[in-house]
């Protein structure tokens, strides 16, 4: 079945504490990027991966950190979590724009 | 003025009835359309793109006006199962992949 899977869904975490929400898919997919949801503000995107080792910023990047050694594989990393990052995030892939794959989201909480 | 604007709704309509959204853009280079559609706390998915001529996909009807700059979808014999978020997706132009979505318009069909 291709899908888009994220780990951990839910997450609570302390200011400060460096955490890994990681991101895979199984089509083989060149195009991968992450979002944030906020009320009221929709989907914005954090960083953006056009194939391995090739990533770059989104509308959102501050405070964020992605890597894309493997084509399947895009964590997101977050050094030094914040409040403001409290959030829902989501994982997206496609073979070209648009994203046509999004993952179950991440359901994060920085207190 | 935000770049893509949608009415947030909700619009509250009966079985079977027509509704239609449009979506508002200010980007008047951008190049590509869609819309998605985001169940409650689940990830958005591919509902369709956007062409110039307009298009159709069986009970749902997108349309593109360039000139005002804008990007309609209408459902036809609305079903319960059509209650959702409908996102707003604009793609610019040039080799930004950073595409805006839309706040979303919450659809409710009710019996």
């Known amino acids: 079945e291709a899908q888009v899977t994220q780990n951990p869904r839910y997450l609570i975490t302390v200011t400060g504490k460096k955490l890994t929400v990681t991101c895979s898919q199984n089509?083989?997919?060149?195009?991968m990027s992450w979002y944030r949801q906020d009320p009221g503000l929709g989907l914005r995107q954090i960083y953006y991966?056009?194939?391995?080792?090739?990533?770059d910023k989104g509308d959102v990047p501050e405070g964020y950190k992605v890597s894309r050694k493997e084509k399947r594989n895009f964590p997101l990393i977050l050094e030094s979590p914040s409040p403001n990052q409290t959030s829902l995030y989501f994982c997206?892939?496609?073979?070209?724009?648009?994203?046509?794959?999004f993952g179950q989201g991440t359901r994060l909480t920085v207190v | 003025r935000k770049e893509v604007e949608q009415d947030p709704g909700p619009f509250n309509v009966p079985e079977g009835a027509t509704v239609a959204f449009n979506c508002t853009y200010s980007?008047?280079?951008?190049?590509?359309f869609f819309w998605y559609r985001q169940d409650c706390r689940k990830e958005p998915k591919l509902l369709m793109s956007?062409?110039?001529s307009g298009n159709e996909d069986g009970r749902f009807t997108a349309q593109l006006n360039r000139a005002s700059q804008y990007i309609s979808l209408l459902i036809r014999d609305s079903k319960l199962s059509d209650s959702a978020t409908y996102l707003c997706v604009v793609n610019p132009s040039g080799g930004s992949y950073i595409p805006t979505f839309g706040r979303g318009t919450s659809l409710i069909v009710h019996p």
């Open positions: 956007v062409y110039s």
């Open positions: 089509m083989n997919h060149e195009y």
């Open positions: 991966s056009m194939n391995v080792e090739v990533t």
């Open positions: 980007n008047s280079a951008s190049q590509s």
């Open positions: 997206a892939s496609s073979l070209s724009r648009p994203e046509a794959f």
